[in-house]
């Protein structure tokens, strides 16, 4: 089971204190030395509106390159694509574009429908697929919309049906409202448009059941930041991804390869929690450790 | 799916703060405000080994009685069935007694072999069963051992098969190791003995998955406490027990019916919370909040 850390991504783009870009790139560094090979480090968004992405090019300049290691950037339009295609031999290796599965949400985020949102990205794809890009989608709110409620099963099909050719697609729980058999019944509706990937925050303690319900159901990849990163614990509605440490152990344990070292895992997330100002982060086996005679 | 309420005996016992008898009574009436029928309110242990628990005969004989609500006390030894029968009218309906898996956790938990435990569990489940206790033994550590590592499932079965007669078997991850994987491997090693409840500590954040696994294997009833107290989560290997608010709203909204409340539950869990002294509990849904449209 392949775990992608989103941590230098998703989890630091929700945290107040905005970091220097050698703290994230160390970030980086320390997520390869615990054993992951697929990284989310940047987002090409507008710096006022996401200062702590504001150097996405800086940190693709200086995290170390291998041929084992694979860099994901997020993509929220053209002009985040030619951001991309840039860099040059610092590219990333990936585009992920996000897009909301309820009007509502998609609105107050990107300030368009979720229809026009998925035909920027068909675009987008085209292009980023032509230039040697994997391309992969995420929709986002695909457990439940903070604003209307439940989503229907049926409309993310129908988002997923209208996407165009995919590398990967990655149901995310953004708000972490979903269970177990919404994993289940997402992916028997979406099966065979693309290799699955999915996203849980575990703000209402199911991410890591839902973690179980995606490998029973055949997902390939999972989302988690180191630390678990993301969202304060100590404030209402705390957001946080899964926490790589902690799913790692419960892959690793349940006898699922994952190739991450969780006591590695566990001292990154505690140093990211600390670079961060965090009291305590929301990941466990920093504190509670590693269980005796487990496998990686 | 049953949801039995232990915060107020296995929760209290392992925070610091020793609480007054008025507000463990009005903890039970929050429970049972919340939905909550059977509940686990004493321990007949010596007071000065476990002085949260000293006042038992007093909190049995101040909680409401129902013929709806059923009380669990745990007892160690005949001297405990004796302070049980004692109370007359306001004995518990449930005797619990645990048997710790592994010998060297059970010489330092309870001064004997498991064996030997399980010798005087089987004295004193015939007294107490012909005393018209329903009675449950509790295989404490059946995940996992802090001293002596894994557990086999083979150590286990042997345990069961040697219990004599139950009215229910509980499986018990004390420290919060196991996963999924064993959760079903240890219900089929001991299917048929007695109907099954799983105790699950969240010290990892396995616990959830866990109890979604129960769920999948059988299992009838599961463990859990308002606020998920009984560990703080700031002090290394934190070790409460998965919080009740928390997994009635994985399972009510996986629509399994638990007849628990959810708002009511993460209200009570909350307040037990500030009892506590605690700066937060484990639980999340008091912070994040019941997502629409969930049925009970």
Redesign the interface.
């Known amino acids: 089971m392949e775990i992608v850390e989103v941590g230098p991504r998703d989890g630091l783009q929700n945290e107040k204190r905005v970091l220097p870009t050698a703290v994230k790139v160390e970030y980086v560094r320390r997520a390869i030395g615990a054993g992951l090979r697929r990284i989310e480090v940047a987002a090409f968004a507008r710096p006022d509106r996401v200062p702590q992405m504001a150097d996405a090019e800086d940190v693709l300049r200086a995290v170390p390159r291998s041929s084992a290691v694979r860099y994901v950037a997020l993509v929220m339009n053209e002009r985040g694509l030619e951001r991309a295609l840039a860099l040059g031999d610092a590219r990333p290796d990936e585009i992920n574009y996000v897009v909301v599965a309820s009007d509502e949400f998609s609105r107050r985020n990107q300030g368009v429908t979720t229809m026009e949102s998925l035909a920027a990205f068909r675009a987008v794809a085209q292009r980023a697929r032509d230039a040697g890009f994997f391309v992969t989608l995420t929709v986002a709110a695909a457990f ?1 919309c903070p604003f209307t ?2 989503v229907p099963v049926s409309r993310v099909r129908q988002i997923v049906q209208q996407s165009g050719p995919l590398d990967e697609l990655c149901l995310a729980d953004t708000i ?2 979903g ?3 919404q994993v289940a019944e997402l992916a028997a509706a979406v099966r065979g448009v693309a290799p699955l990937r999915a996203h849980f925050h ?5 991410g ?2 839902n ?3 995606a490998v029973d159901a055949g997902f390939v990849a999972l989302d988690s930041s180191l630390g678990g990163i993301g969202g304060c ?6 957001t946080g991804n ?2 790589t440490e ?1 799913l790692a ?2 892959l690793n ?3 699922l390869k994952t190739g991450v070292a969780v006591p590695a895992a566990a001292e990154a997330g505690a140093w990211i929690g600390a670079e961060l100002g965090l ?2 982060v929301a ?3 920093g ?3 590693d ?3 487990v496998a990686n």
Do not use: K
């Not at 575990?202 to 199911?206: A, E, S, V």
């Not at 614990?233 to 705390?238: G, R």
């Open positions: 439940g409620g439940e972490g409202v269970v177990p058999v575990n703000t209402r303690n199911t890591y059941a973690a179980m319900a614990p100590f404030a209402p509605a705390a899964v926490a902690d152990y419960l344990r349940s006898g009291e305590a990941a466990q086996l504190r509670a450790g269980f005796p005679a």
